[in-house]
């Protein structure tokens, strides 16, 4: 694998707020992918893009917008369903020998790794994700996926099948000019802990659930 993965998509690389600072390969329990690092040139954030196969913008290619989830993706937490749904798409993209998983920095639905902690608290006692993130004074989900749009488009990707439940994503790589083909679903049998917040996702936020 060499360490030219796709090209810049040049007719829009004025527009990006976006830049690509370092790549390598990547071995992985699910093969080999390239690993890409991105910093946002409007904050502090930085992103991942791990890839398997060469971008093709003709290709419908699938994608993830995968927010990061310190408690699920490295602790394995089964509060929530979010390391099992990566897993799941490095599975799939593996399989199909071609895709793109954005990683962004968006911990807790965009209110950091500390509130998120105090958020666990209050639905210790009893509230669910939505009520504890209002009433630490956030918004139900702060998070925002332009610049992951802008990352797909940096790499050349035109059509994507996008492995989501959460139509906001879907919403936000359409008003950035990608074609989404396809929503690939991405659902896991839910464990007993996790029920009530995927219940929460799915009657007060609008995700694409059909598991609970």
Known sequence: MDGTFGEKASDSASALTIERVAEANLPTEFGLFRIIGYRSLTSDEEFVALLKGAPN?????????????????????????????????????????????????QEGRGIGILNKIRAYALQD????????????????????????????????????????????????????????VERVPIELSPRAPSVGYLRTKKEKMGHLLSVV
Do not use: W
């Not at 994608?63 to 699920?72: D, F």
């Not at 994503?169 to 008003?175: E, G, I, N």
């Open 57 to 105: 913008p003709h290709a419908p290619t699938l994608v993830r917008i995968h927010s990061q989830c310190l408690t699920g993706d490295v602790f394995h937490s089964i509060k929530c369903d979010c390391g099992p749904q990566l897993q799941r798409a490095m599975e799939k993209i593996a399989a199909a020998g071609q895709g793109v998983i954005v990683y962004q920095q």
């Open 125 to 180: 006692q009893g509230a669910d994700t939505i009520e504890a993130n209002v009433r630490l004074g956030f918004d139900v989900d702060a998070r925002d996926y332009a610049q992951c749009a802008e990352i797909l488009r940096e790499l050349g990707l035109r059509k994507v099948r996008l492995m989501s439940n959460n139509p906001l994503k879907l919403a936000a790589l359409r008003d950035a000019g990608l074609e989404v």
